[in-house]
């Protein structure tokens, strides 16, 4: 079975890094495209980062760029996004979504299997 398991959330004051871990379970990323995305309490769920393992390439939100970075070791079949300068806004549930494509996407209805998410509240 194909899972995906979200790690790294937690409470940090505005300013403050995590670093949110993906591992994949039953597959490998091999040939995957990865999406990080985020869900604020009484908004929509949207993409904040996505990956293509094959392509190399990768998209960022307006609102995250050069604040997070999202990156790949497959050795340890785990995607990471590493986010820093946070801010009381970034605050959500944060999930990693998966999909065997080569290309990746900022919408969610591209990807196959879903993580169950992990909290990350921003505050001082």
């Known amino acids: 079975e194909k899972q995906l398991v979200e790690s790294g959330g937690g409470l940090v004051q505005p300013g403050g890094s995590l670093k949110l871990s993906c591992a994949a379970s039953?597959?490998?990323?091999?040939?995957?495209?990865i999406g990080w995305f985020c869900q604020a309490p009484g908004k929509e769920r949207e993409g904040i980062s996505s990956?293509?393992?094959?392509?190399?390439?990768?998209y960022y939100l307006d609102s995250v760029k050069g604040r997070f970075t999202i990156s790949i070791d497959n050795a340890k079949n785990t995607v990471y996004l590493q986010m820093n300068s946070l801010k009381p806004e970034d605050t959500a549930v944060y999930y990693c979504?998966?999909?065997?494509?080569?290309?990746?996407?900022?919408?969610?209805?591209?990807?196959?299997?879903w993580g169950q998410g992990t909290q990350v509240t921003v505050s001082s």
């Open positions: 990956i293509s393992n094959t392509l190399g390439s990768s």
């Open positions: 039953g597959f490998t990323f091999d040939d995957y495209a």
């Open positions: 979504a998966a999909t065997d494509s080569e290309y990746d996407s900022r919408f969610e209805e591209w990807y196959e299997f």
